[in-house]
T-cell receptor, first 115, second 117 residues
């Protein structure tokens, strides 16, 4: 029973390049969340998606960041024209439904380093 | 606005002693509260949750948490700490924003627990 799979685990990009982070939720889960974690800080909510729909993107910067969760395939978090401040660990989580009773299941994260 | 606070950045405890990791919350309605643990270079793992019912909630790895409505707290506890419990612990509150139907998690800043042999 595979958990939430994120790839790559580590990603190095130069300033100005694009970063693509992938997340495959647990089997049967149709709700995906993306969080960003900076060193010694907590998790900051970025975006909440269901299949083919963005439900809540209030935590995502308005520029350069986008997310999708297509009908087929993984959820993608895309960061265009990366800057050093984008360096962080990005975690994806999934849940069975949107109900308040469902805990989140997290992947092991993608650590983005912008040089 | 909903929020959760973890007042201690780090907690040190000797192996075999009881441990407490503190969490307080602020919500407008009924709180849905969770504890997660993060080991180095890993994602968060669910430990336990409080939705309703008994104030003392039991979870994984021998952990439990006590919900206290009057003090708006949800402290994580364990009677006897193990060195392997050393990790980063996050308290979270789920935001039952019924108007939009979204249920966004809000995480605390985390407490690093160090259990000393």
């Amino acid at each position: 029973n595979a958990g939430v799979m994120q790839n790559p685990r580590h990603l190095v990009r130069r300033r100005g390049q694009e970063a693509r982070l992938r997340c495959s939720p647990m089997k049967g889960h149709s709700h995906v969340y993306w969080y960003r974690q900076l060193p010694e800080e907590g998790l900051k909510f970025m975006v909440y998606l269901q299949k083919e729909n963005i439900i809540d993107e209030s935590g995502m910067p308005k520029e350069r960041f986008s997310a999708e969760f297509p009908k087929e395939g993984p959820s993608i978090l895309r960061i265009q024209q990366v800057v050093r401040g984008d360096s962080a660990a990005y975690f994806c989580a999934s849940s069975e439904d949107r109900g308040y009773n469902s805990p989140l299941h997290f992947g092991n994260g993608t650590r983005l380093t912008v040089t | 606005a909903q929020s959760v606070a973890q007042p201690e950045d780090q907690v040190n405890v000797a192996e075999g002693n009881p441990l407490t990791v503190k969490c307080t919350y602020s919500v407008s309605g009924n709180p849905y509260l969770f504890w997660y643990v993060q080991y180095p270079n890993r994602g968060l793992q669910f430990l336990l949750k409080y939705i309703t019912g008994d104030n003392l909630v039991k979870g994984s790895y021998g952990f439990e948490a006590e919900f206290n409505k009057s003090q708006t707290s949800f402290h994580l506890k364990k009677p006897s700490a193990l060195v392997s419990d050393s990790a980063l612990y996050f308290c979270a509150v789920r935001d039952p924003e019924t108007t939009s139907g979204t249920y966004k998690y809000i995480f605390g800043t985390g407490t690093r627990l160090k259990v000393l042999a």
